[in-house]
């Protein structure tokens, strides 16, 4: 079995459908999304009503519980409050009630564990950056794998038997027998590894296989309804950036 596992979309139409032409090419795939749908970019209802129609498991993000009200957003950097607060005045009473609805984590016992942010503490929206952050993680969940989204960096951590963690970052990753992984799949909205482009991950459970494909997509027009929507002009340059 194939999924194609996306998150941090981020009310980027453009981005999205360039997923989509990978959705296409593998129609068995399995479409996981794991969180934040909405919020910076400037098409948040067109982002959920895609992924509501593509995706068999969807997980809430701290910005789709922000548009909602369900976060605190004093802790938001300014540019994050401003999208929040633009994205909620935008929702129908329908999408709110979407992503009111949406999980914190999902676990397939054996096979995997997802979740927007880490899975020892969802709710509180820590992020996996360092070696040491994916180790205190490790014993929060007992599957081999946890993918998890939130720092829009793509990376996979791994943990090997004798407790000894690595992480690594390139096109194809082998999944060791034996190891067990946090593989955070990067965003397709708005990556901030210096690559603009879309990051999604494909996982094989056969092949055993972490692919991640980077995808181009109309930059301009996404960058142009974000100034048009009025929202900070920053949101707009960070996307070429990949900041
Ligand atoms: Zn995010």
Request: hydrophobic share 35%; aromatic share 10%; net charge negative.
């Amino acid at each position: 079995m194939r999924y194609i596992i996306i998150s941090d979309i981020h009310g980027n139409i453009e981005a999205l459908k360039s997923v989509l032409t990978i959705a296409d090419e593998h129609p068995d795939a399995h479409i996981v999304s794991l969180g934040d749908i909405v919020g910076y970019g400037a098409d948040p209802g067109a982002c959920l009503s895609i992924v509501q129609g593509i995706a068999r498991i969807s997980l809430a993000g701290n910005h789709d519980h922000a548009a909602v009200g369900l976060t605190d957003i004093r802790y938001f950097n300014t540019y994050a409050r401003e999208a929040v607060l633009w994205t909620s005045g935008q929702l129908t009473e329908n999408e709110r009630g979407y992503l009111r609805g949406l999980p914190l984590f999902k676990r397939a016992e054996g096979a995997y564990f997802l979740v927007h942010s880490s899975p020892d503490s969802p709710e509180e929206w820590r992020y996996i950056i360092t070696l040491s952050d994916a180790q205190e993680s490790f014993p929060a969940f007992e599957e081999p794998l946890c993918f998890v989204g939130h720092s829009h960096s793509p990376m996979v951590f791994g943990i090997a038997p004798n407790g000894r963690c690595h992480r690594e970052y390139r096109e194809t990753i082998s999944l060791k027998e034996g190891y067990r992984y946090i593989v955070n799949v990067g965003s397709v909205g708005q990556p901030r590894d210096g690559d603009w482009r879309a990051c999604i991950v494909v996982y094989d459970d056969q092949a055993k296989t972490i692919e991640y494909k980077r995808l181009e997509y109309d930059l301009p027009s996404a960058q142009k309804k974000i100034i048009d929507a009025g929202l900070p002009s920053f949101l707009a340059r960070r996307l070429q950036q990949g900041v």
